[in-house]
């Protein structure tokens, strides 16, 4: 069994960065942050290969979000810089055993989710 702690969440204004981490205990082969906005769909932002660091990135990510992995804490990362209001979601970090990439059915695992607000 996988189990996720995320952190990190918050508040922040415009333009404002954070960065979410996610602490696994278990095996992982890839790692991910979806984002769940209200009314929407979850829907991938990032994923990684753990151990590789090869990466996916969703186009509304790419540029302002950046995932990375430090292996020695089991610890996966979002950066997120440049934040807009469309941001604001409850951000999920998930795992999967055989497949990666940016769909939410390829995770059997997930964290409980961590709030990031952006406000104009």
């Known amino acids: 069994q996988v189990h996720l702690v995320e952190s990190g969440g918050g508040s922040v204004q415009a333009g404002g960065s954070l960065r979410l981490s996610c602490v696994a205990s278990?095996?992982?082969?890839?790692m991910g942050w979806f984002r769940h906005a209200p009314g929407k769909e979850r829907e991938g932002h990032a994923a990684?290969?753990?151990?590789?660091?090869?990466?996916y990135s969703a186009s509304s990510a790419k540029g302002r979000f950046t995932i990375s992995q430090d292996n020695a804490k089991n610890t996966v990362y979002l950066e997120m810089n440049s934040l807009k209001p469309e941001d604001t979601a409850m951000y999920y970090c998930?795992?999967?055993?055989?497949?990666?990439?940016?769909?939410?059915?390829?995770?059997?695992?997930w964290g409980q989710g961590t709030q990031v607000t952006v406000s104009s």
């Open positions: 278990g095996y992982t082969f890839c």
């Open positions: 990684t290969y753990i151990g590789t660091g090869s990466a």
């Open positions: 998930a795992a999967a055993r055989e497949d990666c990439g940016l769909l939410v059915s390829n995770f059997a695992h």
